[in-house]
């Protein structure tokens, strides 16, 4: 069983729709969790970053984690074409020093 | 404030060649991780070093190799280069080793082994 899954998707939408985005993970070590968003030919950026379990709000992006399920999820409310890009969901364990894993990233295409 | 710089941005090789890929990071950062982003496979942990040193790698072979410099810079070499070793190398740099692993990319450097 691989330490992060993630549907690699792809997923078209409307524009307008709201997205769910998930990852399940097995490591019950990890603490930190965070999603990067990753366009075309560019490196991945940060989008939200949690630790430990509960919800993070930023303007249309929702980011939960249910720790007890070992599983995260990002929203993306009233989503729009310049969302189009994959989603990577990533985590660590406490101490901060050790490496990120990823899942696989989601292909996300959000149509006019 | 400049991002993490990486080059070149594109590089052909044959196989059995040897590569070098280069790594700038953000002003400040001592901590440099690679990443290799192979099609199918998402982001898969190479190398950490920080503050000159090898702190940890990922399940890769030993023709995988880097070094970091005073400067922070750091290199990644492959050598013997393998037609599966064609993916994107992400360079990511972060500040310290307390608190929590945020990492802030390069753009990458598109490997291609024919």
């Known amino acids: 069983q691989k330490e992060v899954e993630q549907d690699p998707g792809p997923l078209s939408v409307p524009e307008g729709a709201i997205v769910s985005l998930n990852c399940t993970y097995s490591?019950?070590?990890?603490?930190?969790f965070m999603w990067y968003r990753q366009y075309s030919r560019k490196g991945p950026e940060l989008l939200m970053y949690t630790y430990s379990s509960g919800n993070k709000e930023d303007g249309r992006f929702t980011a939960q984690v249910d720790k007890s399920s070992k599983y995260i999820s990002l929203f993306i409310r009233d989503s729009q074409p310049s969302d189009s890009a994959t989603y990577l969901c990533?985590?660590?364990?406490?101490?901060?020093?050790?490496?990120?894993?990823f899942g696989k990233g989601m292909k996300l295409t959000v149509n006019p | 404030e400049a991002g993490v710089t990486q080059s070149p941005t594109h590089l052909i090789k044959t196989r059995g060649q040897q590569a070098t890929l280069r790594c700038s990071p953000i002003s400040g950062h001592t901590s440099v991780y690679w990443y290799q982003q192979a099609l199918g496979l998402g982001l898969q942990f190479l190398l950490w070093y920080d503050e000159g040193e090898e702190r940890n790698r990922g399940n890769f072979p030993p023709r995988f190799s880097g070094r970091q410099f005073p400067n922070y810079s750091s290199e990644l070499n492959v050598n013997a280069l393998e037609l599966e070793d064609s993916a994107l190398y992400l360079c990511?740099?972060?500040?310290?080793?307390?608190?929590?692993?945020?990492?802030?990319f390069g753009a990458g450097s598109r490997l291609t082994v024919l």
């Open positions: 990533a985590m660590t364990t406490q101490g901060g020093s050790e490496k990120l894993v």
């Open positions: 990511a740099s972060r500040t310290g080793t307390t608190g929590a692993n945020v990492l802030t």
């Open positions: 490591n019950s070590a990890f603490q930190y």
